[in-house]
């Protein structure tokens, strides 16, 4: 890194941007920084410059406070122009601790750049040869010689420091790579620029207002522990027939365990177990496994084993089975099976389509993870059309869906905003969202908090938080986190239904 350009600080493009004050060290640096029209101070390299300066942007007028500049990789694998967003900056006095980079950190990568979240290390000189090792050692990734200093700056204001790499182990930084190197580092600079302003005008102090209940449902908790249980009883590989519930991060965290996900059995082995997931299969999906003599261990959820019984009772009453739900689901593709010749429903249109004589008995049911308003129009017009129609004494959608949505009914009329924690393939956390847009809120999916846009927060100081029945709680705590990143968050709970339903494990697990 060169440090030539130690000018006396001055201040560049004051008085405009959004509430961004940014600190940069050098010129090129403040040059990059400037370009985008945020307010920006040049500091001067080094501790004592950067600690001067500080003390004076301690004092200035804005939302937040950014520190941009260049800096040495003290690990191999960041290249010149990856940027490393602090999560912690070492110093002689110690560590401080900013707050969660998450929500920067996505935002850079969502705008092509090769961000991480790190530790940075600032020492008084330019760390360089071995010296890099050593400060690699306490856990950083990045040096500079100011970040540490500058930090008093924030004085209680969101405060991010992002630096990017122009050096790294084995290749200091000589002159001509200065000129590639150097240039990649600022290209990525000027680049995070917009993104680091929209950091700021996300940044305010935040009430989070969490639904409860939200997040496992007995359904899921007792198909998680199933895998969980044959992976500890029959060792790994252990086979599950489809995503064991609707969401990656319990596939994932499942397979690192030893499950191996398929689509089909074909996929399984001979002689192998095979676990079948929460929302239930087709009749034949298990005939084929006892044909390939396949160890079955069945953790569709007993509500929706209901649905299932329901269908085979009306059909062998000798009513047309109606099913409300969405093509192509694992939980109706299991429920069609069950009844073959089963009509599938997912609108009023669909129901005026249906080829069914008018006087014929029919049989209602819907899948569980739908929303009552949606089912109950359709419902309806299926009631409208045909004279003889007979549904299960219980509504078929279940509790967990119902008290989700009813969760986060009794919370969107109170926020600026509502994330849904949850996969795009999950119905229940889809309906969730709807629930909440239809309550007037404005609503987004989120698979976790890499998911949430910063132009979302802009003017959210209330935010609505919930899960779908298949996201981990984990999820929900790590958005609080991230959300902690743009300012304090005060959490609070509105429960509206204290659920302790708990079902029972298959007999080849207990
Ligand atoms: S959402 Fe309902 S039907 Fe689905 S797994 Fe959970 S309890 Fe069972």
Same mark, same amino acid.
């Given at each position: 890194m060169t440090r030539a350009d130690a000018e006396a600080p001055v201040v560049g493009t004051a008085g405009r941007g959004s509430g961004l004050l940014v600190l940069t060290p050098l010129r090129v640096e403040a040059a990059m920084a400037g370009s985008s029209g945020a307010r920006?101070?040049?500091?001067? #390299?080094?501790?004592? *410059? =950067?600690? #001067?300066?500080?003390? *004076? =942007?301690?004092?200035q007028e804005a939302q937040a406070v950014a520190v941009v500049g260049v800096g040495g990789a003290l690990v191999a694998d960041l290249g010149a122009g990856d940027l490393v967003v602090a999560e912690a900056v070492d110093g002689p006095g110690g560590r401080v601790e900013l707050g969660s980079p998450r929500l920067l950190v996505a935002a850079l990568r969502r705008a092509g750049l090769a961000a991480t979240a790190g530790v940075v290390r600032s020492s008084g000189s330019v760390v360089t040869g071995g010296q890099r090792e050593q400060a690699a050692a306490t856990g950083a990734v990045v040096a500079d010689t100011e970040s540490y200093w500058l930090a008093p700056a924030a004085a209680g204001r969101p405060f991010a420091v992002v630096r990017a790499v122009v050096d790294g182990p084995g290749r200091e930084l000589r002159r001509p790579a200065v000129v590639t190197e150097g240039i990649r580092a600022l290209a990525s600079l000027r680049r995070a620029m917009p993104v680091l302003s929209s950091w700021a005008e996300a940044c305010c102090p935040r009430t989070v207002l969490l639904a409860g209940p939200r997040s496992f449902c007995a359904g899921v908790d007792r198909a998680i522990e199933i895998v969980e249980r044959v992976l500890e009883r029959f060792g790994a590989p252990v086979y599950v027939r489809r995503q064991i519930v609707h969401n990656a991060h319990v596939v994932r965290r499942l397979e690192a365990e030893g499950a191996v996900f398929v689509e089909e059995l074909d996929e399984v082995p001979d002689g192998t177990t095979v676990v079948l997931s929460a929302h239930g299969v087709a009749p034949a999906v298990k005939e084929e496994a006892g044909r390939r003599g396949l160890r079955v261990v069945d953790a569709?959820?007993?509500?929706?084993?209901?649905v299932h019984s329901e269908a085979r009772r009306f059909s062998k009453q000798g009513r047309q089975v109606v099913l409300i739900g969405h093509d192509g689901h694992d939980e109706v593709e299991g429920t069609l099976g069950e009844v073959p010749?089963?009509?599938?429903?997912?609108?009023?249109?669909?129901?005026?389509a249906l080829d069914v004589p008018l006087a014929a008995p029919v049989a209602l049911l819907n899948q569980t993870t739908l929303a009552p308003s949606d089912v109950a129009e359709v419902a309806r017009a299926v009631r409208r059309r045909f004279a003889d129609v007979v549904e299960p004494p219980v509504s078929d959608i279940c509790f967990a869906t119902e008290n989700r949505q009813q969760a986060i009914e009794a919370i969107a009329g109170d926020v600026d905003l509502v994330l849904v924690v949850g996969s795009a393939n999950s119905s229940n956390s889809q309906r969730l969202v709807e629930v909440a847009e239809r309550a007037g809120a404005q609503a987004y999916l989120v698979e976790d908090p890499d998911a949430i846009e910063l132009e979302w927060l802009k003017s959210a100081e209330v935010v609505g938080l919930t899960a779908g029945a298949s996201a981990p709680e984990q999820l929900v705590q790590e958005v609080v986190d991230a959300l902690g990143g743009l300012g304090p968050v005060d959490v609070h709970e509105r429960v509206v239904v204290d659920e302790r339903v708990r079902f029972q494990l298959p007999s080849e697990v207990r």
């Amino acid at each position: 890194m060169t440090r030539a350009d130690a000018e006396a600080p001055v201040v560049g493009t004051a008085g405009r941007g959004s509430g961004l004050l940014v600190l940069t060290p050098l010129r090129v640096e403040a040059a990059m920084a400037g370009s985008s029209g945020a307010r920006v101070v040049r500091t001067g #390299a080094g501790p004592e *410059r =950067a600690a #001067a300066a500080a003390q *004076r =942007a301690s004092g200035q007028e804005a939302q937040a406070v950014a520190v941009v500049g260049v800096g040495g990789a003290l690990v191999a694998d960041l290249g010149a122009g990856d940027l490393v967003v602090a999560e912690a900056v070492d110093g002689p006095g110690g560590r401080v601790e900013l707050g969660s980079p998450r929500l920067l950190v996505a935002a850079l990568r969502r705008a092509g750049l090769a961000a991480t979240a790190g530790v940075v290390r600032s020492s008084g000189s330019v760390v360089t040869g071995g010296q890099r090792e050593q400060a690699a050692a306490t856990g950083a990734v990045v040096a500079d010689t100011e970040s540490y200093w500058l930090a008093p700056a924030a004085a209680g204001r969101p405060f991010a420091v992002v630096r990017a790499v122009v050096d790294g182990p084995g290749r200091e930084l000589r002159r001509p790579a200065v000129v590639t190197e150097g240039i990649r580092a600022l290209a990525s600079l000027r680049r995070a620029m917009p993104v680091l302003s929209s950091w700021a005008e996300a940044c305010c102090p935040r009430t989070v207002l969490l639904a409860g209940p939200r997040s496992f449902c007995a359904g899921v908790d007792r198909a998680i522990e199933i895998v969980e249980r044959v992976l500890e009883r029959f060792g790994a590989p252990v086979y599950v027939r489809r995503q064991i519930v609707h969401n990656a991060h319990v596939v994932r965290r499942l397979e690192a365990e030893g499950a191996v996900f398929v689509e089909e059995l074909d996929e399984v082995p001979d002689g192998t177990t095979v676990v079948l997931s929460a929302h239930g299969v087709a009749p034949a999906v298990k005939e084929e496994a006892g044909r390939r003599g396949l160890r079955v261990v069945d953790a569709t959820c007993p509500l929706v084993a209901k649905v299932h019984s329901e269908a085979r009772r009306f059909s062998k009453q000798g009513r047309q089975v109606v099913l409300i739900g969405h093509d192509g689901h694992d939980e109706v593709e299991g429920t069609l099976g069950e009844v073959p010749g089963t009509m599938l429903v997912g609108s009023v249109d669909d129901v005026d389509a249906l080829d069914v004589p008018l006087a014929a008995p029919v049989a209602l049911l819907n899948q569980t993870t739908l929303a009552p308003s949606d089912v109950a129009e359709v419902a309806r017009a299926v009631r409208r059309r045909f004279a003889d129609v007979v549904e299960p004494p219980v509504s078929d959608i279940c509790f967990a869906t119902e008290n989700r949505q009813q969760a986060i009914e009794a919370i969107a009329g109170d926020v600026d905003l509502v994330l849904v924690v949850g996969s795009a393939n999950s119905s229940n956390s889809q309906r969730l969202v709807e629930v909440a847009e239809r309550a007037g809120a404005q609503a987004y999916l989120v698979e976790d908090p890499d998911a949430i846009e910063l132009e979302w927060l802009k003017s959210a100081e209330v935010v609505g938080l919930t899960a779908g029945a298949s996201a981990p709680e984990q999820l929900v705590q790590e958005v609080v986190d991230a959300l902690g990143g743009l300012g304090p968050v005060d959490v609070h709970e509105r429960v509206v239904v204290d659920e302790r339903v708990r079902f029972q494990l298959p007999s080849e697990v207990r």
